[in-house]
């Protein structure tokens, strides 16, 4: 079965950078259409990001625009997502998410197949 595990969250000040990984097992890592989503306490969960099976095309919120960059290592079964300019408002538990038949722009909407656990990011000001 497909399973995600995410790693790099953690504690940082405004203007700050993270890098979050998420590596998948289990799965044809290289067909997924992957993405992050975000959840903040007691807001409901949202789409930040998605990269296509190739890479070559991507998808962004339009809070993290400019800031933040996905990417993946299709040899290696993971994913990336680069945070830069971090904002107190950006604080959230992050989640790696991967879909075998959708687009970065559908994900956006339709969420995904499988999710991993989460990774922490709180980003203080």
């Known amino acids: 079965q497909v399973q995600l595990v995410e790693s790099g969250g953690g504690l940082v000040q405004a203007g700050g950078s993270l890098r979050l990984a998420c590596v998948l097992s289990?799965?044809?890592?290289?067909?997924?259409?992957m993405g992050w989503f975000r959840q903040a306490p007691e807001k409901e969960r949202e789409f930040v990001a998605a990269?296509?099976?190739?890479?070559?095309?991507?998808n962004y919120a339009d809070p993290v625009k400019g800031r933040f960059t996905i990417s993946r290592v299709n040899a290696q079964k993971t994913l990336y997502l680069q945070m830069n300019s971090l904002k107190p408002e950006d604080t959230a538990a992050y989640y790696c998410?991967?879909?075998?038949?959708?687009?970065?722009?559908?994900?956006?909407?339709?969420?995904?197949?499988?999710w991993g656990q989460g990774t922490q990011v709180t980003v203080s000001s």
């Open positions: 289990g799965g044809p890592f290289s067909l997924y259409t």
């Open positions: 998410a991967a879909d075998h038949l959708g687009t970065p722009q559908t994900m956006a909407v339709n969420f995904a197949d499988y």
């Open positions: 990269i296509s099976s190739s890479g070559d095309n991507t």
